[in-house]
């Protein structure tokens, strides 16, 4: 039995380099249509994205959306970026 913790990640390419368990961050230029939210204490980003986007499943638009170090311990006061289901959607189809 290995001792790794990364033994079960998720191998990530992007180009000729890999990435164990980490995405990028991709840029999303900002859109009129985007949402603004003020982080509160006890925050979470499946409570938002279920009161923003209808899905609490979508709670990694957020984080692409947004630069986290760490998107379970975000700062209150810090505000929040959130794209429109419009822009959600035609991302998904192009």
């Given amino acids: 039995m290995s001792e790794s913790r990364y033994e079960d990640c998720h191998r990530l390419k992007d180009g000729a380099q890999e990435y ?4 990028l961050h991709v840029e999303h230029p900002p859109r009129p249509d985007d949402r603004f939210h003020t982080v509160v204490s006890g925050d979470r980003l499946d409570v938002l994205a279920h009161r923003y ?6 709670w990694w638009i957020i984080c692409e959306s947004n630069i986290f170090p760490f998107p379970l311990e975000m700062e209150p ?4 970026r959130i794209p429109s289901l419009a822009c959600i959607e035609a991302a998904s189809l192009g």
């Fill in 20 to 23: 164990l368990g980490v995405r």
């Fill in 53 to 58: 986007l209808g899905d609490a499943s979508l």
């Fill in 77 to 80: 006061g810090s505000v929040l």
